[in-house]
């Protein structure tokens, strides 16, 4: 039971996605979430809850929404780090989708700090990566911070 509810996106294989050609040419930004971060610290072994907010600017395909949920947990589903995390969760959603852009943003409560050490409740950690499009024009980036704050 532990290495399976604990370590199971090691050693599981990753879900099946199916991509499907985008038919419309559909060239605008869309945005997911929030999506549930269930996962541990390498380091204390405590958990990490929080919510994950994935953002495409497709490219020839696109996926089903729940896709995105899946493999979210897939990563998530394994010790690391939360910068690790948010690192793989991009890797994974440009390697699956090929889009032109891929924005990623985890807000987190660490158990290592809620349960332990400083016992803060109040210190979540957001992180973000940006891929693509999203990295190179500063127009598309901050649409997809304003399309996340209108869905908080």
Known sequence: MFVLETFSGRYLPKPRITA??????????YVT??????????HHFQSIKGKCYVGVFPGKNVIGLSKFNRMVDW?????????????QVADLIQEETDAEGVAVLIQAEHGCMTMRG???HESDMTTSVMRGVFRDDPHLKAEFFNII???K
């Open 75 to 87: 990563v998530a589903s394994r010790p690391q780090i939360q910068e690790e995390l948010t690192i």
């Open 33 to 42: 979430g929030p999506i549930t971060i269930r996962s541990t610290c390498a």
């Open 149 to 151: 704050s209108r869905m």
């Open 118 to 120: 400083v016992k803060e």
């Open 20 to 29: 499907f050609p985008n038919v419309t040419a559909y060239d605008q930004v």
